[in-house]
């Protein structure tokens, strides 16, 4: 079983706005780091948003600050990514990441993919001009 799952992607104009929202399933990361990921098309892995568990410390690709907005919800279990302004270059498959990442680790530790165990299926969001 998926041990994260994102829902809310969709096909939106641009300029528009969707919010992500991404789930556990069945384990708890209520004391993991949350991060979202995407991936286009014939371009690398991109870090996007990322936040330490207790909420301390947030960090933001150069490509979504002032746009997206990471946040959770400890009781629910949740997080999300809020996503304004959109373009087509956002257009790619959106993933959330857990991982035990300490509030201490630095803003390079929480870019890096690898250090996220647990990933969900992705969501797609698609850009029409």
């Known amino acids: 079983q998926v041990p994260l799952v994102e829902s809310g992607g969709g096909l939106v104009q641009a300029g528009g706005s969707l919010r992500l929202s991404c789930e556990a399933s069945?384990?708890?990361?209520?004391?993991?780091?949350m991060a979202w990921f995407r991936k286009a098309p014939a371009k690398e892995w991109e870090f996007v948003a990322a936040?330490?568990?207790?909420?301390?410390?947030?960090y933001y690709a150069d490509s979504a600050k002032g746009r997206f907005t990471i946040s959770r919800d400890p009781a629910k279990g949740t997080v999300a990514l809020r996503l304004t302004s959109l373009k087509p270059e956002d257009a790619a498959v959106y993933y959330c990441?857990?991982?035990?990442?300490?509030?201490?680790?630095?803003?390079?530790?929480?870019?890096?993919?690898?250090?996220?165990?647990?990933w969900g299926q992705g969501t797609q969001v698609t850009l029409s001009s």
């Open positions: 990441a857990a991982g035990a990442l300490s509030p201490f680790d630095g803003s390079i530790a929480y870019t890096i993919a690898t250090k996220y165990a647990y």
């Open positions: 069945e384990h708890s990361f209520s004391h993991y780091a």
């Open positions: 936040m330490s568990w207790d909420g301390s410390s947030v």
